[in-house]
């Protein structure tokens, strides 16, 4: 059974930086697409990045390209979310979550349409003015 945890996220000021991470286990086989997405309150979800492990190649929403950065520890099956010059809009419940069987590239990149099988609990994230 995949299990996902998140850790790292926290209260900042517009501007400031924090690192989420996601620590799988029982992944290393199996899957190669680690998503992380977000939801505040009465918004939709919205997948903000994406890696796909094989080539450790990282796909970002529009929304965060140029601010966040994706990597991964594949030695300690751990995802990490750099997140730079945040805004208050980035305000929300982040998640990682992991798909099983194994995806192509493309379909990783498309983590919107991706149905992914397994889930965190999730970090909050504040971002004030």
């Known amino acids: 059974q995949v299990q996902l945890v998140e850790s790292g996220g926290g209260s900042v000021q517009a501007g400031g930086s924090l690192r989420l991470s996601c620590a799988v286990s029982?992944?290393?086989?199996?899957?190669?697409?680690i998503g992380w997405f977000r939801q505040a309150p009465g918004k939709e979800r919205e997948g903000v990045a994406s890696?796909?492990?094989?080539?450790?190649?990282?796909f970002y929403a529009d929304s965060v390209k140029g601010r966040f950065t994706l990597s991964q520890d594949s030695a300690a099956n751990t995802f990490y979310l750099q997140m730079d010059s945040l805004k208050p809009e980035d305000t929300s419940m982040y998640y990682c979550?992991?798909?099983?069987?194994?995806?192509?590239?493309?379909?990783?990149?498309?983590?919107?349409?991706?149905?992914?099988?397994?889930w965190g609990q999730g970090t909050q994230v504040t971002v004030s003015s």
């Open positions: 890696i796909y492990t094989i080539s450790a190649t990282p």
């Open positions: 979550a992991a798909v099983r069987p194994y995806v192509s590239s493309r379909a990783c990149s498309r983590r919107d349409r991706l149905d992914f099988d397994y």
């Open positions: 029982e992944y290393t086989s199996g899957g190669n697409c």
